[in-house]
């Protein structure tokens, strides 16, 4: 080959890899097509020491393997939680006296061992549990004093132990439990003292809760 014609190929593979890369991938999003969700190993803790801090540690996060831990913060919203779709473990949202929603889980599908929400005394909705569709071990909603419905569990179907429903003053209805066909341990319905009716659980059966059916100590509930 002479000089001349070598210059002139290393000129032209020069331009085309310029152009879209010389023996390149002719697919640059094949790499991106094929990456699995950001994951998560272990447990993450968001509390009132670090409350920043433990939420920029895991607001990448796609699926948590671990559990989740939000208590005692000032947090309003979830907001950065918005990539999360599964954790493996335990998720608790507890006594998040500011918490007045949950829309930043919207992605959330499934729990894979309980799922406590608890005294958070301004949480007025679960709309942005409408993803969740499985949560694997126990279930508590309890002492939310100002939840009115739990409309925002319409798309769960299965609980793999305890449901339990108690102390949430403001409740008036179960409605948002109509797609729950199994509870694979007890069920309880305790002291919500505005609960009016249990129309709610009619996708339910004495044979599809696995344990026990306790409804109590709710003051107005007529039937």
């Given at each position: 080959?002479?000089?001349?014609?070598?210059?002139?190929?290393?000129?032209?593979?020069?331009?085309?890899?310029?152009?879209?890369?010389?023996?390149?991938?002719?697919?640059?999003?094949?790499?991106?097509?094929?990456?699995?969700?950001?994951?998560?190993?272990?447990?993450?803790?968001?509390?009132?020491?670090?409350?920043?801090?433990?939420?920029?540690?895991?607001?990448?996060?796609?699926?948590?393997?671990?559990?989740?831990?939000?208590?005692?913060?000032?947090?309003?919203?979830?907001?950065?939680?918005?990539?999360?779709?599964?954790?493996?473990?335990?998720?608790?949202?507890?006594?998040?006296?500011?918490?007045?929603?949950?829309?930043?889980?919207?992605?959330?599908?499934?729990?894979?061992?309980?799922?406590?929400i608890q005294g958070n005394r301004e949480l007025t909705t679960l709309d942005g549990l409408a993803?969740?569709?499985?949560?694997?071990?126990?279930?508590?909603?309890?002492?939310?004093?100002?939840?009115?419905?739990?409309?925002?569990?319409?798309?769960?179907?299965?609980?793999?132990?305890?449901?339990?429903?108690?102390?949430?003053?403001?409740?008036?209805?179960?409605?948002?439990?109509?797609?729950?066909?199994?509870?694979?341990?007890?069920?309880?319905?305790?002291?919500?003292?505005?609960?009016?009716?249990?129309?709610?659980?009619?996708?339910?059966?004495?044979?599809?809760?696995?344990?026990?059916?306790?409804?109590?100590?709710?003051?107005?509930?007529?039937?």
């Amino acid at each position: 080959m002479s000089l001349a014609k070598f210059w002139m190929l290393l000129l032209a593979c020069l331009l085309i890899e310029a152009l879209v890369g010389c023996g390149g991938d002719d697919d640059p999003g094949d790499d991106d097509d094929s990456a699995g969700p950001i994951t998560c190993a272990g447990d993450y803790t968001v509390d009132s020491t670090n409350t920043v801090g433990g939420m920029a540690a895991i607001a990448d996060c796609e699926v948590i393997t671990g559990g989740l831990y939000i208590v005692g913060t000032s947090l309003t919203n979830l907001d950065g939680l918005s990539n999360l779709t599964s954790v493996g473990g335990d998720m608790r949202i507890d006594e998040n006296n500011y918490l007045t929603h949950v829309i930043g889980l919207a992605l959330l599908v499934s729990v894979g061992d309980d799922l406590y929400i608890q005294g958070n005394r301004e949480l007025t909705t679960l709309d942005g549990l409408a993803g969740l569709n499985l949560v694997g071990g126990r279930m508590r909603i309890g002492h939310n004093n100002s939840l009115t419905d739990l409309d925002g569990l319409s798309n769960l179907t299965s609980v793999g132990d305890d449901l339990r429903i108690q102390h949430n003053d403001s409740l008036t209805n179960l409605n948002g439990l109509s797609n729950l066909a199994s509870v694979d341990h007890d069920l309880h319905i305790k002291g919500n003292n505005f609960l009016t009716n249990l129309d709610g659980l009619a996708g339910l059966t004495l044979t599809s809760v696995g344990g026990q059916l306790w409804i109590s100590d709710n003051a107005v509930l007529s039937n």
